[in-house]
Nanobody, 114 residues
Framework: QVQLVESGGGLVQAGGSLRLSCVASASITGINAMGWYRQAPGKQRELVALMFTFGGTTYADSVKGRFTISRDNARNTVDLQMNALKPEDTAVYYC????????WGQGTQVTVSS
């Protein structure tokens, strides 16, 4: 049963932009936060951006000022607008929805060429 579906990854040159989108199944109820994580080869998965249902966002220091997270609580969607991309942003990006349990998407590849 598919719970989270991501879209929008791809290949872009440094300085370019991409927008990631994620929709969570209606079967996931009581979401208190949705956001994006990423994992580069040989590295641990790390938080990119998180938005809480009742207000507040948090960003990794490395993406502040370049990435913007947005949510539609009614539609269970979360987007990530990524601007001024750098080669070090290259990773698989995962959508996450949190209730008392963390649900994960299958991941979408973002590759930034120099």
């Amino acid at each position: 049963q598919v719970q989270l579906v991501e879209s929008g990854g791809g290949l872009v040159q440094a300085g370019g932009s991409l927008r990631l989108s994620c929709v969570a199944s209606a079967s996931i109820t009581g979401i208190n936060a949705m956001g994006w994580y990423r994992q580069a080869p040989g590295k641990q998965r790390e938080l990119v951006a998180l938005m809480f249902t009742f207000g507040g966002t948090t960003y990794a220091d490395s993406v502040k000022g370049r990435f913007t997270i947005s949510r539609d609580n009614a539609r269970n969607t979360v987007d990530l607008q990524m601007n001024a991309l750098k080669p070090e942003d290259t990773a698989v990006y995962y959508c996450m929805a949190r209730t008392s349990h963390a649900y994960w998407g299958q991941g979408t590849q973002v590759t930034v060429s120099s």
